[in-house]
């Protein structure tokens, strides 16, 4: 089936543009993730959804950064003002819930973000 | 909250050598411990985990062993091969109230095989 799609696959901006990155999760899954990966780097948590629950946004770096859940499906995450330490690798991972054997995360392929 | 340190952070083989990472936690609540395997240029993907009830898993050529006392966890892979190249991540995580699961990642650790 489907995996985890992203869009779009690459983007480049010019520092203090808002930029809004899509995560269409694999269909029934209930929790989604978004992480950033600067290169070379490892997984940074940014957000979590799970269910109707309200998100958990610790992962967040700064204000400039939102997110969104729209009918427990697509997500958007939005950068206003870019900056170009922003530049890195969005990836978006689904899972079934948090429950015992359920909590495998899919990811997508990624946005690779760079700003100018 | 949750600490995983990964080592080594690049490891160099020669095809048909085994290869092992080690990971360790900090919080002894934690209860799933996943390992994913990217690729240049793709998403992490799943290879094996394994829960606090278990001590050693095995799936072909990759196990995963874990030793909640000390707290650490590793990764085996025998007989590598080039395909094996990639960038491996270790996770842990325990289950939150409310079923929450937000697993912390070690940093990668860079596998290259070499034919």
């Known amino acids: 089936g489907a995996g985890v799609s992203q869009s779009p696959s690459n983007k480049v901006t010019e520092k203090g543009k808002d930029v809004e990155l899509r995560c269409d999760p694999i269909s029934g899954h209930t929790a989604l993730y978004w992480y950033r990966q600067s290169l070379g780097q490892g997984l940074e948590f940014l957000i979590y959804f799970q269910g109707n629950s309200a998100p958990d946004k610790s992962g967040l770096p700064s204000d400039r950064f939102s997110a969104e859940r729209t009918g427990g499906s697509v997500s958007t995450l939005t950068i206003q003002r870019t900056q170009q330490e922003d530049s890195a690798v969005y990836l978006c991972?689904?899972?079934?819930?948090?429950?015992?054997?359920?909590?495998?995360?899919?990811f997508g392929p990624g946005t690779r973000l760079l700003v100018l | 909250g949750e600490n995983v340190e990964q080592h080594p952070s690049t490891l160099s083989v020669q095809e048909g050598d085994s290869a092992v990472i080690k990971c360790t936690y900090s919080d002894s609540a934690s209860n799933y411990f996943p390992w994913y395997k990217q690729e240049l240029g793709k998403g992490p993907q799943l290879i094996i985990d394994?829960?606090?009830?278990?001590g050693e898993k095995k799936d072909q050529r990759i196990a995963v062993t874990l030793n909640k006392t000390a707290k650490h966890f590793s990764l085996h892979i025998t007989e590598t091969q080039p395909e094996d190249s990639a960038v491996y991540f270790c996770a842990a995580s325990p289950t939150m109230a409310g079923g929450s699961y937000i697993p912390t990642f070690g940093r990668g650790t860079s596998l290259i095989v070499h034919p």
């Open positions: 394994i829960r606090s009830n278990v």
């Open positions: 991972a689904s899972s079934y819930g948090g429950t015992p054997g359920s909590e495998t995360q899919y």
